[in-house]
């Protein structure tokens, strides 16, 4: 029995194509302008995150500057008030202290009324045509002056009478001296406690 023989020849070609048919894509080249537009693209996410950072902290600074802006509006307008409640209680004082200073003015001016005052007014004496002797009869509370004109040189004498309170400022119930030119001036003190009164003669020459 006789075998034929199988060709193997186009068996052998059709593995050939077959390996050439599986050869991997990987095997290919990348073109080099796909790195460099991922670079551009890098630089340009890095570009935009600086300037955020920068300006991120320059726009604080700008809101600071606003905020102080506008604090200090207010801080004005309040030292602006103060000042003018400052002037207002300065007013106020002014008008009251100008008040006070009335109010004393007018108790200054106002009469005191006494029943017995205690020093009585001065009294003068005027002698009577060709007289060189007068006396004046009065009631004095503490005491009283009299004042009398007369020439330099000229020799004064005066008594003074009373229930034993009325003297001279002297101490004593008489008294003597050389007149001045002009007014001369006797005084007679109450060492009593109640009005008393007296009579007072005067001897000129």
């Not at 080249?29 to 796909?34: G, S, V």
């Amino acid at each position: 029995m006789t075998i034929a023989s199988i060709p193997l020849q186009p068996q052998q070609r059709h593995s050939q194509t077959f390996s050439s048919q599986a050869i991997p894509s990987g095997g290919r080249k990348t073109n080099p302008l796909l790195y460099v537009i991922i670079a551009l693209l890098a630089l340009i996410a890095g570009g935009g995150l600086i300037a955020l950072l920068i300006f991120g902290r320059s726009s604080p600074t700008s809101n600071q500057l606003a905020n102080v802006a506008a604090n200090n509006q207010p801080d004005s307008a309040r030292q602006k008030q103060d000042l003018q409640n400052q002037q207002a209680e300065l007013d106020r004082e002014r008008q009251r202290l100008e008040d006070e200073r009335k109010k004393l003015e007018s108790q200054k001016t106002k009469a005191v009324e006494t029943t017995a005052p205690s020093v009585d007014s001065a009294a003068r004496i005027n002698f009577r045509r060709g007289s060189v002797q007068e006396t004046i009869t009065g009631v004095v509370a503490r005491s009283k002056s009299y004042v009398l004109k007369a020439k330099a040189g000229q020799s004064l004498s005066a008594t003074v009478t009373s229930n034993g309170c009325v003297v001279f400022n002297t101490a004593s119930n008489s008294m003597n001296f050389i007149t001045a030119n002009g007014d001369n001036w006797i005084t007679v003190v109450n060492n009593c406690g109640a009005q008393a009164p007296f009579n007072l003669t005067v001897y000129i020459h």
